[in-house]
């Protein structure tokens, strides 16, 4: 049946949540979507989901302000760059808006490669505020009280919603890993399935870290889940304290909202790449540049722009952006590894 009073209209604010909850597809894989074209109307990660909605909000607000005549998604398009000028004016950093200018491409499919897409700001490392220096929130955080949630971020490098989550449950160790590996190594293929070709890989990922204890994360950034080895002095206290959880219960049940997470990953991230990167002089010359002839070393990361000129080692890399639950090496140079 229709509805009785046929002069009801959804405002902006409906119209939008409406959009971003109909492109919902949590669980669902992003690699093929991609690859039969469907990713563009969906969205797989719930913090993705929280993080457009949270700006999209912001939009419909500034248009609600500025252009009450807007009633509709379709009639306030036109003001989405005049909004995302307008937060550069405001003095947001380049991260939010590139942010935003993702959450507006969502809610209205525009993509980088439409000629009216909104150019933010580069993002420049020296530009990056989080996590460096002494800041407001410090303030109200005491690193005596929390020492040992500080130790353990330190030794497990897990991100904040991944150290909430975290359970009596989720502490592995590497005999359990193999004996995992070979139990679906010995599956029959018709049971190896898409999904258990991608834990078993998650799983054979760990032989490249020299520990014997992870934490499982079941469904970090994107959902994606990853073995996060257990590192430094502190291994002990961090394994004693998970196996002293109950099963089903979380291993903190306060995490303090002004605790450094970001910094502690970072200091996880470099005691990693210290402990496998080799001395840049010592990696060979394997390749030739077929350019100018000249052999270079393939397996050196030259950074850019404010660090142009810095030398790492890409296995090293690799192995840090396992740990971390990054995709992509550069991730690691440019917002983890630090004070080499």
Same mark, same amino acid.
């Given at each position: 049946?229709?509805?009785?009073?046929?002069?009801?209209?959804?405002?902006?604010?409906?119209?939008?949540?409406?959009?971003?909850?109909?492109?919902?597809?949590?669980?669902?894989?992003?690699?093929?979507?991609?690859?039969?074209?469907?990713?563009?109307?969906?969205?797989?990660?719930?913090?993705?989901?929280?993080?457009?909605?949270?700006?999209?909000?912001?939009?419909?607000?500034?248009?609600?302000?500025?252009?009450?005549?807007?009633?509709?998604?379709?009639?306030?398009?036109?003001?989405?760059?005049?909004?995302?000028?307008?937060?550069?004016?405001?003095?947001?950093?380049?991260?939010?808006?590139?942010?935003?200018?993702?959450?507006?491409?969502?809610?209205?499919?525009?993509?980088?490669?439409?000629?009216?897409?909104?150019?933010?700001?580069?993002?420049?490392?020296?530009?990056?505020?989080?996590?460096?220096?002494?800041?407001?929130?410090?303030?109200?955080?005491?690193?005596?009280?929390?020492?040992?949630?500080?130790?353990?971020?330190?030794?497990?490098?897990?991100?904040?919603?991944?150290?909430?989550?975290?359970?009596?449950?989720?502490?592995?160790?590497?005999?359990?890993?193999?004996?995992?590996?070979?139990?679906?190594?010995?599956?029959?293929?018709?049971?190896?399935?898409?999904?258990?070709?991608?834990?078993?890989?998650?799983?054979?990922?760990? *032989?490249?870290?020299?520990?014997?204890? !992870?934490?499982? $994360?079941?469904? =970090?950034? %994107?959902? /994606?889940?990853?073995?996060?080895?257990?590192?430094?002095?502190?291994?002990?206290?961090?394994?004693?304290?998970?196996?002293?959880?109950?099963?089903?219960?979380?291993?903190?049940?306060?995490?303090?909202?002004?605790?450094?997470?970001?910094?502690?990953?970072?200091?996880?991230?470099?005691?990693?790449?210290?402990?496998?990167? *080799?001395?840049?002089?010592?990696?060979? !010359?394997?390749? $030739?540049?077929? =350019?100018? %002839?000249? /052999?270079?070393?393939?397996?050196?990361?030259?950074?850019?722009?404010?660090?142009?000129?810095?030398?790492?080692?890409?296995?090293?890399?690799?192995?840090?952006?396992?740990?971390?639950?990054?995709?992509?090496?550069?991730?690691?140079?440019?917002?983890?590894?630090?004070?080499?």
């Amino acid at each position: 049946m229709g509805r009785k009073n046929k002069s009801y209209s959804k405002d902006l604010h409906q119209q939008a949540y409406d959009r971003l909850t109909g492109m919902q597809a949590f669980g669902e894989s992003k690699r093929e979507a991609v690859a039969n074209g469907t990713d563009r109307d969906k969205i797989f990660s719930v913090n993705t989901y929280k993080t457009y909605w949270k700006h999209t909000k912001y939009f419909i607000s500034y248009i609600k302000e500025h252009h009450p005549e807007c009633t509709t998604l379709k009639s306030a398009k036109k003001y989405v760059n005049e909004w995302l000028q307008h937060r550069v004016d405001q003095g947001l950093s380049a991260w939010t808006i590139q942010a935003e200018a993702k959450a507006m491409g969502k809610l209205y499919g525009i993509t980088p490669e439409d000629k009216d897409y909104f150019t933010p700001p580069k993002r420049n490392r020296q530009d990056i505020k989080r996590s460096r220096g002494v800041r407001v929130r410090d303030k109200h955080f005491s690193k005596t009280n929390n020492d040992e949630l500080i130790r353990f971020c330190r030794g497990t490098g897990l991100r904040r919603a991944e150290l909430e989550s975290l359970k009596g449950s989720d502490l592995v160790t590497r005999e359990q890993i193999e004996a995992e590996i070979s139990r679906i190594e010995s599956l029959p293929a018709s049971e190896r399935t898409p999904g258990v070709e991608r834990h078993l890989e998650v799983l054979q990922d760990t *032989r490249m870290f020299d520990c014997e204890f !992870f934490t499982h $994360v079941r469904s =970090g950034k %994107g959902g /994606r889940e990853r073995m996060s080895p257990i590192i430094g002095k502190d291994v002990g206290m961090i394994v004693e304290r998970i196996q002293n959880t109950p099963a089903d219960e979380k291993v903190w049940q306060f995490v303090h909202k002004s605790a450094d997470i970001h910094s502690y990953r970072g200091e996880y991230a470099t005691a990693i790449y210290r402990a496998n990167a *080799r001395p840049i002089e010592e990696i060979p !010359f394997d390749r $030739v540049n077929r =350019g100018t %002839g000249k /052999r270079f070393q393939s397996q050196v990361y030259v950074c850019r722009k404010d660090e142009a000129g810095r030398k790492l080692d890409k296995a090293a890399m690799l192995i840090c952006s396992k740990a971390l639950g990054h995709n992509r090496i550069s991730v690691v140079a440019d917002n983890y590894i630090r004070n080499l």
